[in-house]
């Protein structure tokens, strides 16, 4: 099983960074294939164009786009990363989703409208929030985010949402005790989704 990591945040040894590096420990123990989509460290450039915007004619993807969909054409798992900043994910993660998994990628037009491409392919997000997560649910913004982001991508693309793992309370003062603690339930997440796949391959 192939996975790749999308992590957004321009700060790859906070929080958000330490998370995704717990992931990409554990899928290697378990000898699955991992890579690491750093979206800030690649100067991804988030900015949908005008030619890349399904309208009267097809699409014309950017050569950066082109490459990328290349590396990920055997991914299957997506493993987002992200904070929360204004109660909803980067604006570099979001650029990121409308041009990769744009028209001819993510969903093509059929016989019957749109039709997703990515059956069979899964999704599972890491995120945190400066507020605690009660507040995040209590605001509305928890729902707003699973609902128009995970729930969303995965009914336009058909995506199999396995997890959305959040940690509240995350600031710069966090004890390293309490990020070890999260990084062990990233861990344990990953375990509790590809257990039966991570058994299999300890057996080869």
Request: charge should be negative; glycine fraction near 10%; aromatic fraction near 10%.
């Amino acid at each position: 099983m192939k996975h790749a990591v999308v992590f957004a945040h321009p700060n790859p040894k906070g929080f958000t960074g330490t998370m995704a590096q717990t992931y990409v420990r554990a899928a290697r123990a378990h000898r699955h294939d991992v890579i690491v989509r750093d979206l800030y460290g690649m100067d991804f450039d988030p900015r949908l164009k005008l030619e890349e915007i399904p309208c009267t004619e097809p699409p014309r993807p950017g050569a950066d786009i082109v490459a990328e969909r290349k590396v990920l054409g055997d991914v299957d798992v997506y493993a987002l990363f992200y904070p929360f900043w204004f109660n909803s994910p980067p604006a570099m993660l979001k650029g990121y989703v409308e041009r990769v998994f744009g028209m001819g990628f993510g969903y093509a037009h059929g016989p019957g409208g749109m039709e997703p491409l990515m059956q069979g392919k899964k999704l599972i997000s890491i995120t945190s929030s400066g507020a605690p997560m009660a507040w995040v649910r209590d605001t509305g913004a928890w729902r707003a985010v699973r609902k128009i982001f995970d729930e969303h991508l995965a009914e336009v693309c058909g995506f199999e949402i396995l997890d959305h793992v959040h940690f509240g309370e995350i600031t710069p003062g966090i004890r390293q005790d309490a990020v070890e603690s999260c990084a062990g339930e990233v861990e344990s997440a990953f375990i509790e989704q590809f257990a039966a796949q991570a058994a299999a391959n300890s057996n080869v």
